[in-house]
């Protein structure tokens, strides 16, 4: 805050120094003009009939110090106006003093900093035992062999970073064992040693610490990680996804290929916490795998949770900041090449060694808004960013610069948002959410694989309902009727907020919504989805089922948007009518409009 203080101060000062050159000026003007005026007015024709009478007839003294007094009020001015230089170089002065103070208390801080640092160290050492421990007694628990090797163990990290994330190993390391990790028959047949072996890599890169997890297992099943992926609503049935994009989608939350629940597997939520913890750590978590030689998770942490480069960006009225070490570069591009992008199906740009980087608006990926700001202006900014093999170009409606910040964890209410790993306070007090690359990233991909086949196979797919309700009973057997006996296609949500996160990521064509719910009831959620800017969640189909069959609730229901009103318990065929009623009503109105 100091430095901005100054650095708004040297802007004072140099406006201060323009004003007072403009009024040099002025004055200068002025002087000439008074002596212009007055000659001509008082002193020529005077000056012209004396001197016929009288050539060697002095000017009167009246006529003198009417012209002084003119005169010295310019000069007045003028040195007043030198004063004002005066005060602004004594002023310079003082602003460069400060700075050298400045210079001299950064220095002095970055010193305190990197001794603090020091003391905050610990080698990864001390974990070696108790993950080789965790990895033998799993190993055992299966009835597998497995071992772990560590290479660089040495390696120091900050010990909040190492505390908080033993447990995203741990959890890791179970997955490896349970579901990499062949059984010894299996390994000897497939020409392995009967002993699974799990390496941990510790290495740095730059400001990041580099944790690679790698066992040499079977690899993952990508066909089963793509038909859960459907199921779940995260990709259309003919959606076309590379593999290696497709593997990261078992990092989403509540995501499982386990057909049975037991200790390691099958609740969908290890994963999911792992990803989340490392989030708030500030770090990103990458798949990669072979099939028969094995999964490789790489975890890229902050190498201090005290500090953190980042560079500012603004949405509208939004400032949202991402992590230097994601960022590639920051370039602007005109006019003509981000409309030559945005043509194609799948808008791209070749930057840094002809690298391809999709491009994609930041409001677009966010659901804020998917139009692009294109308002003449003469270059627009974009960051590009990179996860692994991963690229994507972000548009920003401005790069406002760099600021080290301090990530904070942001509560367990936006903690489920997706893109968000953390939060930040900024000098001026403001703040700002701090964007997941990683996370962009793979909505961008989901994103662009579903829109695709969405273009293709838009008729064929049935229809998508999300169910909101507070029940379990009631989310359950309305899944069960719709998916089993009408063929559709469900998404649950257990509340309004719920439902609201769920709309980021699916494009229902009809909402089954209650009434009484916590946190947010269906009127209320009703009246959020009306008011929204993007016109597929503002005429979303709205059907209200609820046990308050009053004509009170029923007309605020109405009032607030609801396109139909239903009781409970309700009728199926009557429900199916109603479903595929309001769906052909949002078609024929999205038609005309």
């Given at each position: 805050?100091?430095?901005?203080?100054n650095?708004?101060s040297?802007?004072?000062?140099?406006?201060?120094?323009?004003?007072?050159?403009?009024?040099?000026?002025?004055?200068?003007?002025?002087?000439?003009?008074?002596?212009?005026?007055i000659?001509?007015?008082?002193?020529?024709?005077?000056?012209?009939s004396?001197?016929a009478?009288?050539?060697?007839?002095?000017?009167?003294p009246?006529?003198l110090?009417?012209?002084?007094?003119?005169?010295?009020l310019?000069?007045?001015?003028?040195?007043?106006?030198?004063d004002?230089?005066?005060?602004?170089?004594?002023?310079?002065?003082?602003?460069k003093?400060?700075?050298?103070?400045?210079?001299?208390?950064?220095?002095?801080?970055?010193?305190?900093?990197?001794?603090?640092?020091?003391?905050?160290?610990?080698?990864?050492?001390?974990m070696?035992?108790?993950?080789?421990?965790?990895?033998?007694?799993?190993?055992d628990?299966?009835?597998?062999?497995?071992e772990?090797?560590?290479?660089?163990?040495?390696?120091?990290?900050?010990?909040?970073?190492?505390?908080?994330?033993?447990?995203?190993?741990?959890?890791?390391l179970?997955?490896?064992?349970?579901h990499?990790?062949?059984?010894?028959?299996?390994?000897?047949?497939?020409?392995?040693?009967?002993?699974?072996?799990?390496?941990?890599?510790?290495?740095?890169?730059?400001?990041?610490?580099?944790?690679?997890?790698?066992?040499?297992?079977a690899?993952?099943?990508?066909?089963?990680?793509?038909?859960?992926?459907?199921?779940?609503?995260?990709?259309?049935?003919?959606?076309?996804?590379?593999?290696?994009?497709?593997?990261?989608?078992?990092?989403?939350?509540g995501?499982?290929?386990?057909?049975?629940?037991?200790?390691?597997?099958?609740?969908?939520v290890?994963?999911?916490?792992?990803?989340?913890e490392?989030?708030?750590l500030?770090?990103?978590?990458?798949?990669?795998?072979?099939?028969?030689?094995?999964?490789?998770?790489?975890?890229?942490?902050?190498?201090?949770?005290?500090?953190?480069?980042?560079?500012?960006?603004?949405?509208?009225d939004?400032?949202?900041a991402?992590?230097?070490?994601?960022?590639?570069?920051?370039?602007?591009?005109?006019?003509?090449?981000?409309?030559?992008?945005?043509?194609?199906?799948?808008?791209?740009?070749?930057y840094?060694?002809?690298?391809?980087?999709?491009?994609?608006?930041?409001?677009?990926?966010?659901?804020?808004?998917?139009?692009?700001?294109?308002?003449?202006?003469?270059?627009?900014?974009?960051?590009?960013?990179?996860?692994?093999?991963?690229?994507?170009?972000?548009q920003?409606d401005?790069?406002?610069?760099?600021?080290?910040?301090?990530?904070?964890?942001?509560?367990?209410?936006?903690?489920?948002?997706?893109?968000?790993?953390?939060?930040?306070?900024?000098?001026?007090?403001?703040?700002?959410?701090?964007?997941?690359?990683?996370?962009?990233l793979?909505?961008?991909?989901?994103?662009?694989?579903?829109?695709v086949?969405?273009?293709?196979?838009?008729?064929?797919?049935?229809?998508?309902?999300?169910?909101?309700?507070d029940?379990?009973?009631?989310?359950?057997?309305?899944e069960r009727?719709?998916?089993?006996?009408?063929?559709?296609?469900?998404?649950?949500?257990?509340?309004?907020?719920?439902?609201?996160?769920?709309?980021?990521?699916?494009?229902?064509?009809?909402?089954?919504?209650?009434?009484?719910?916590?946190n947010?009831?269906?009127?209320?959620?009703t009246?959020?989805?009306?008011?929204?800017?993007?016109?597929?969640?503002?005429?979303?189909?709205?059907?209200?089922?609820?046990?308050?069959?009053?004509?009170?609730?029923?007309?605020?229901?109405?009032?607030?948007?609801?396109?139909r009103?239903?009781?409970?318990?309700?009728?199926?065929?009557?429900?199916?009518?109603?479903?595929?009623e309001?769906?052909?009503?949002?078609?024929?109105?999205?038609?005309?409009?």
């Amino acid at each position: 805050r100091l430095e901005e203080h100054n650095t708004a101060s040297k802007n004072h000062i140099e406006e201060l120094n323009r004003t007072v050159t403009r009024l040099n000026v002025q004055l200068r003007n002025m002087t000439l003009e008074t002596e212009a005026q007055i000659r001509f007015r008082k002193g020529n024709a005077e000056e012209t009939s004396e001197a016929a009478e009288n050539p060697q007839k002095e000017l009167d003294p009246l006529e003198l110090d009417r012209f002084s007094k003119l005169q010295l009020l310019s000069r007045s001015l003028t040195e007043t106006a030198n004063d004002l230089v005066n005060i602004r170089l004594d002023l310079e002065e003082q602003r460069k003093e400060i700075d050298t103070l400045l210079i001299q208390h950064e220095r002095l801080s970055n010193d305190l900093q990197d001794g603090l640092l020091r003391t905050r160290m610990v080698p990864f050492s001390q974990m070696v035992s108790k993950l080789s421990r965790l990895v033998r007694k799993t190993a055992d628990s299966v009835g597998k062999k497995a071992e772990l090797k560590v290479e660089g163990a040495e390696g120091e990290m900050d010990r909040n970073i190492l505390e908080r994330i033993v447990a995203p190993m741990e959890h890791i390391l179970r997955n490896a064992v349970g579901h990499g990790i062949e059984t010894p028959q299996k390994r000897r047949e497939a020409g392995k040693n009967e002993k699974g072996t799990i390496t941990i890599t510790i290495d740095r890169e730059g400001n990041d610490v580099l944790i690679t997890i790698a066992d040499d297992g079977a690899g993952l099943n990508l066909p089963a990680i793509r038909k859960r992926a459907i199921e779940n609503g995260l990709l259309q049935p003919n959606a076309q996804m590379e593999d290696k994009n497709l593997m990261q989608l078992i990092l989403e939350p509540g995501f499982s290929t386990a057909q049975q629940v037991t200790q390691l597997s099958g609740r969908g939520v290890g994963t999911d916490v792992a990803v989340s913890e490392v989030k708030q750590l500030g770090g990103s978590l990458e798949i990669s795998s072979r099939t028969g030689l094995g999964t490789s998770f790489l975890i890229r942490l902050p190498f201090t949770l005290a500090l953190t480069q980042a560079s500012l960006v603004s949405l509208g009225d939004d400032v949202f900041a991402l992590p230097q070490s994601t960022i590639m570069g920051i370039a602007g591009l005109e006019e003509e090449v981000l409309h030559a992008c945005y043509k194609n199906d799948q808008p791209s740009y070749k930057y840094l060694d002809n690298n391809v980087y999709p491009i994609r608006y930041l409001g677009d990926l966010l659901g804020t808004t998917s139009e692009q700001p294109m308002k003449g202006s003469r270059l627009y900014p974009h960051l590009f960013i990179q996860s692994g093999e991963h690229r994507l170009g972000i548009q920003v409606d401005q790069v406002i610069g760099q600021s080290q910040i301090v990530m904070k964890s942001v509560g367990p209410q936006l903690s489920t948002v997706r893109w968000i790993s953390g939060g930040t306070i900024l000098p001026n007090g403001r703040v700002v959410l701090i964007l997941d690359a990683s996370a962009l990233l793979r909505m961008d991909v989901v994103k662009t694989a579903s829109t695709v086949a969405a273009k293709k196979t838009k008729e064929e797919l049935p229809p998508l309902v999300m169910v909101v309700d507070d029940s379990v009973t009631v989310r359950r057997i309305t899944e069960r009727l719709l998916t089993k006996r009408f063929n559709m296609r469900v998404v649950l949500a257990k509340d309004g907020q719920d439902a609201l996160l769920k709309l980021q990521d699916h494009s229902p064509d009809v909402m089954l919504l209650d009434f009484e719910m916590p946190n947010m009831n269906g009127q209320q959620l009703t009246e959020q989805i009306r008011g929204s800017k993007e016109p597929r969640i503002k005429k979303l189909p709205i059907i209200m089922i609820t046990s308050r069959t009053g004509a009170k609730h029923q007309e605020m229901a109405r009032a607030s948007g609801v396109n139909r009103y239903l009781g409970k318990p309700y009728d199926p065929d009557d429900l199916m009518k109603n479903i595929h009623e309001v769906i052909s009503e949002f078609a024929m109105t999205d038609m005309e409009d």
